[in-house]
């Protein structure tokens, strides 16, 4: 199964400040039969589900803040956050959806300094 | 659009323990469906997928052999059963999908999470 690691696990911010996300995977999440790259983000807040915030890199959710963005190709990938607001703090997961079994990065625990 | 799922279980090691997953507002037999699971501090993992009409499942190979997704369309309601729950079972699962019809697509819906703890 494809192993997929982020770092930091932790990411004091504050607020009004950029932040950065990064997730990496044990085999690249390019699907050569249609050009796409399978990875998502979500973030889960306290006592909530996780909530998806970009889908195939860099497709916004429906209502996600244009603050979010992602990037990445291969086997590389960042999430950022241009101005971390306080509705930001959470747990965000990397997750790929290439192949079966889909797995989930082990999570960055953003918290407001 | 909300995926309403069944309440908290305690079972013992053992046992087997069966969640549902109802759909409000939502045409449950169109759409795949998963499960995901989250133990205590930990990230969420992949169970496995049910097809729209039911007849088709893929499991994680972790579960498989103790896992069965089955769904009812009359009831627009999908099923997660796991079986010779030990501790390590003890979890938060969700199930999770998406407003589209692909087998491939994002989980832009979540159920709001079964708790089964395990315990003697």
């Known amino acids: 199964e494809i192993v997929m690691t982020q770092t930091p696990l932790s990411l004091p911010v504050t607020p009004g400040e950029p932040a950065s996300i990064s997730c990496r995977s044990s085999q690249s999440l390019l699907d050569s039969t249609d050009g796409f790259t399978y990875l998502d983000w979500y973030l889960q807040k306290p006592g909530q589900s996780p909530q998806l915030l970009i889908y195939t890199v860099s497709y916004r959710a429906s209502g996600v803040p244009d603050r979010f963005t992602g990037s990445g190709s291969g086997t590389d990938f960042t999430l950022k956050i241009s101005r971390v607001e306080a509705e930001d703090v959470g747990v965000y997961y990397c997750?790929?959806?290439?192949?079966?079994?889909?797995?989930f990065g082990q999570g960055t625990k953003v918290e407001i300094k | 659009v909300q995926l309403v799922q069944s309440g908290p279980e305690v079972k013992k090691p053992g046992a087997s323990v069966k969640v549902s997953c109802k759909a409000s507002g939502y045409t449950l037999s169109s759409f795949y469906m998963h499960w995901v699971r989250q133990a205590p501090g930990q990230g969420p993992a992949w169970m496995g997928i049910i097809n729209p009409s039911g007849d088709t499942t893929t499991y994680a190979q972790k579960f498989q052999g103790r896992v069965t997704m089955t769904r009812d369309t009359s009831t627009s309601t999908v099923y997660m059963e796991l079986s010779k729950l030990t501790s390590e079972d003890t979890a938060v699962y969700y199930c999770a999908g998406s407003e589209s019809t692909g087998s491939n697509d994002p989980f832009d819906l979540w159920g709001q999470g079964t708790l089964v703890i395990v315990s003697s």
């Open positions: 997750m790929h959806r290439i192949d079966f079994p889909w797995t």
